[in-house]
């Protein structure tokens, strides 16, 4: 397959915050039996979103890689009592996104047992929204092309080395557990996670290295396609570690010229690790929104965002705690807890029955 770096590596997803999900009638007035989970759930969910007292630290850091003469700015989520190293969540934000969003995960992930790390990548953060509007279709671009999308690689490899660097004074090189590290990302951040992750890309014919062998699973929640591709499974099919993917039926990312719906997030799946028979799980939600997945509130309905909310962290963690700490929870256990919610649930491979 001879496509260029620049048709593979932008992401096709450059209005995330401004695309909303095709209009269709909400949920609850489409499927009763959800709308009345729902109104049964929703209140408690909303309330197991809130941070757990004293169950978790967080700390902020901007490093410095000189290499790049590029920030990197990260927030580490910790739990505040625990012994010995501890698995690794590193987790890669959409779109205009920061390392400020994305906490309902960060919280749970540290408040389990995790270090979780949140990358801020500068040259697709949270900057994009400011300036003049005029400029906005034009930073957006900029965000999404293949420099970027590299230096989102880049970005994640660099943090790693600096948690786990051997170096006197770094104290988070004895916390972590290096042989447990899983990468996490939503929609442009979960194009970050596979290519880290082992999705096969090339420049001028030649197959660039990026995936980094220290990350043993991911999590790719509303993955998009990588731009102007067409056949993913070239690209996606030798990913050989665990990954579970999560996404909506009205996970839609509309713009101009464009849309991206859940027929992609299907065929993401499926091409991932086609050939290699890695385990891999599949959860879609019913309803919802593509920005669902981050900290705002209102994608998806006020009711149904904080259940599928709680509901992504479990599944994240239970995902998390079967493919690193091989623990013997069921994972097909959650899907029947929110059968009512979840229009697709499967796996291959045993490791996640």
């Given at each position: 397959m001879q496509l260029t770096v620049r048709r593979r590596l932008t992401c096709a997803l450059l209005l995330v915050p401004l695309a909303g999900c095709m209009s269709s009638a909400p949920l609850a007035e489409r499927d009763a039996e959800a709308a009345a989970y729902i109104a049964q759930n929703s209140r408690e969910a909303s309330a197991a979103l809130a941070p757990v007292p004293d169950a978790f630290t967080t700390q902020t850091a901007e490093w410095q890689d000189p290499a790049r003469n590029r920030m990197v700015p990260v927030r580490i989520y910790r739990p505040a009592?625990?012994?010995?190293?501890?698995?690794?969540?590193?987790f890669s934000h959409g779109m205009g996104g920061s390392r400020e969003g994305y906490r309902y995960l960060g919280r749970h992930f540290a408040s389990n047992?995790?270090?979780?790390v949140h990358i801020q990548h500068v040259g697709s953060d949270r900057q994009?929204?400011?300036?003049?509007p005029l400029g906005l279709l034009s930073r957006l671009s900029g965000a999404a092309n293949e420099s970027e999308a590299l230096d989102r690689v880049a970005d994640v490899r660099f943090v790693l080395d600096q948690l786990?660097?051997?170096t006197e004074g770094n104290e988070w090189a004895p916390r972590i557990d290096a042989q447990r590290i899983l990468m996490a990302g939503h929609s442009y951040g979960a194009n970050t996670a596979m290519l880290v992750s082992g999705a096969r890309?090339?420049?001028?014919?030649?197959?660039?290295?990026?995936?980094d062998p220290r990350i043993r699973a991911a999590i790719l929640i509303s993955a998009p396609p990588f731009y102007g591709m067409r056949d993913s499974r070239g690209i996606l099919q030798d990913i050989a570690i665990p990954t579970l993917h999560i996404t909506s039926t009205d996970d839609d990312i509309t713009i101009p010229g464009y849309r991206s719906g859940i027929d992609d997030r299907i065929d993401v799946y499926q091409s991932t690790a086609a050939q290699s028979r890695a385990p891999k799980l599949l959860a879609v939600f019913k309803g919802g929104a593509h920005s669902m997945f981050t900290d705002r509130l209102a994608p998806g309905g006020p009711d149904l965002n904080p259940i599928v909310k709680t509901a992504t962290r479990d599944l994240a963690l239970q995902f998390a705690n079967r493919v690193l700490n091989r623990t013997p929870a069921t994972l097909a256990e959650w899907s029947k807890r929110h059968a009512p919610l979840v229009a697709r649930f499967e796996h291959v491979g045993e490791m996640l029955r």
């Open positions: 009592a625990s012994e010995g190293a501890l698995p690794l969540v590193v047992g995790f270090i979780a994009v929204w400011t300036g003049n786990l660097a051997r890309v090339e420049k001028e014919g030649r197959a660039l290295a990026l995936a």
